[in-house]
């Protein structure tokens, strides 16, 4: 499947999220670019909202260091009614659709929460309806293939953590689904080079200076900083 489509499969698999939305065709309000009018028959004459509509584009911004952002619009329909599901309520239930998640076509991708705007639209029918909604933005990360040569800083390390840790899903040694998600039984670890400089040579020796971040997904934040440290400290160890 294409990245549109993770992301869909992602939102419509997801029942804390479906289940505050409405329906069109039978099927979630979930929609990518642009919602249907709401005289389609698929709304079957019912409200079309709660509705999710999403967009993202794949543009490198190197000041965020991300290679894309993601766009999810949630609209619900300002009623008096004291039952009726609001966009704040939806918004962590978007959130955690995407939290420690990994998405895979033909590369890798991740998508770090950056901010949410709420807005208001006043619906241009007879009733003049208001439409409260919040815009979601997530930053996209790619996480590409980092195997250079021989002998490789990467997968040295890669394996490293491997032999420390046999559960963790370590990318570049382990293949992983279309869609993963890191949990506290199985955090997920990518490798990768953030810089490689030359250090020193001789006539048969060159030293390389390789500065390796290590991305550490899992759910559980004191897991999170126990595993670190220890990793930390077998290197200097090593």
Same mark, same amino acid.
């Given at each position: 499947m294409i990245l549109e489509e993770l992301i869909y499969k992602?939102?419509?698999?997801?029942?804390?999220?479906?289940?505050?939305?409405?329906?069109?065709?039978g099927y979630p309000a979930v929609f990518s670019q642009t919602a249907p009018e709401a005289n389609q028959a698929g709304w079957q004459g019912k409200s079309q909202y709660p509705r999710l509509t999403y967009s993202y584009n794949l543009q490198t911004n190197e000041e965020r260091n991300s290679i894309g952002i993601l766009s999810v619009f949630v609209e619900c329909q300002n009623t008096e009614n004291a039952n009726e599901i609001t966009?704040?309520?939806?918004?962590?239930?978007?959130?955690?659709?995407?939290?420690?998640?990994?998405?895979?076509?033909?590369?890798?991708?991740?998508?770090?929460?950056?901010?949410?705007?709420?807005? /208001?639209?006043? !619906? &241009?029918?007879? $009733?003049? +309806?208001?439409?409260?909604?919040?815009?979601?933005?997530?930053? #996209?990360?790619?996480?590409?293939?980092?195997?250079?040569?021989?002998?490789?800083?990467i997968i040295a390390i890669s394996r490293y953590i491997k032999l420390m840790y046999p559960k963790c899903l370590v990318l570049g040694i382990d293949n992983?689904?279309?869609?993963?998600?890191?949990?506290?039984?199985?955090?997920?670890?990518?490798?990768?080079? /953030?810089?490689? !400089? &030359?250090?020193? $040579?001789? +006539?048969?020796?060159?030293?390389?200076?390789?500065?390796?971040? #290590?991305?550490?997904?899992?759910?559980n934040s004191s897991i999170r900083?126990?595993?670190?440290?220890?990793i930390m400290h077998r290197l200097g160890q090593d």
């Open positions: 992602q939102f419509t698999d997801s029942k804390a999220l479906t289940n505050m939305l409405a329906k069109f065709a966009p704040e309520q939806i918004e962590p239930v978007v959130k955690e659709c995407l939290k420690d998640v990994l998405l895979k076509d033909s590369s890798v991708y991740a998508f770090s929460w950056s901010r949410s705007d709420k807005f /208001e639209i006043e !619906e &241009l029918t007879k $009733q003049h +309806n208001l439409i409260s909604g919040i815009e979601i933005v997530f930053d #996209i990360l790619e996480y590409t293939n980092q195997e250079t040569t021989s002998p490789d800083p992983i689904e279309s869609i993963t998600k890191a949990t506290v039984e199985n955090p997920i670890i990518y490798c990768r080079l /953030e810089n490689l !400089e &030359l250090k020193e $040579q001789s +006539n048969t020796v060159v030293w390389l200076d390789s500065k390796i971040a #290590i991305h550490f997904l899992c759910p900083l126990k595993m670190i440290t220890d």
